[in-house]
């Protein structure tokens, strides 16, 4: 699937997540629950072939793990999203793969984008996780112009 193919599937879940859950982005939830909305939507958008999943941390049976990239006290429950895990994922379950399509978002209020580009760089560069495509969005939050950007497809 090409980029071209993939921004069109994320442009149709992201309207459809507006029309939806726009109040989630009004009310500044958490990050979590707003990525978990967009996936749903993503779902629809992939299915039947590939899966989308939240937070996904396996590669087969093991953890998912970028070498030498470990930020400042991660932990599973973490609420402020800075694991290496993704924030949504659009793949094939299993080490095999494939794993198409890796996003991470950041809401509007939360200003720390350049630990996720990072972590997208690496989930795409890494030889075992290999992603095709890495996105990362901005979730405007609060009740003036709440909305989703696509800020960019990491190269």
């Given at each position: ?8 599937k994320l442009d149709g879940a ?142």
């Amino acid at each position: 699937m090409n980029q071209k193919e993939i921004r069109q599937k994320l442009d149709g879940a992201i309207q459809q997540f507006m029309e939806h859950d726009l109040e989630l982005l009004s009310r500044d939830v958490n990050e979590r629950s707003i990525t978990h909305r967009l996936a749903m939507f993503l779902q629809d958008e992939f299915a039947p072939e590939w899966m989308v999943d939240c937070e996904f941390n396996r590669y087969g049976f093991d953890s998912k793990k970028v070498l030498d990239f470990y930020p400042h006290g991660t932990t599973t429950d973490d609420t402020e999203a800075r694991t290496v895990f993704p924030d949504i994922i659009v793949h094939k379950r299993g080490p095999e793969g494939p794993n198409l399509l890796v996003i991470e978002a950041k809401k509007s209020t939360n200003n720390d984008g350049g630990l996720d580009v990072e972590k997208l760089k690496r989930y795409k560069s890494s030889p075992h996780l290999h992603y095709e495509h890495a996105v990362f969005l901005v979730f405007r939050t609060g009740k003036d112009h709440p909305g989703v950007e696509v800020l960019q497809f990491i190269e």
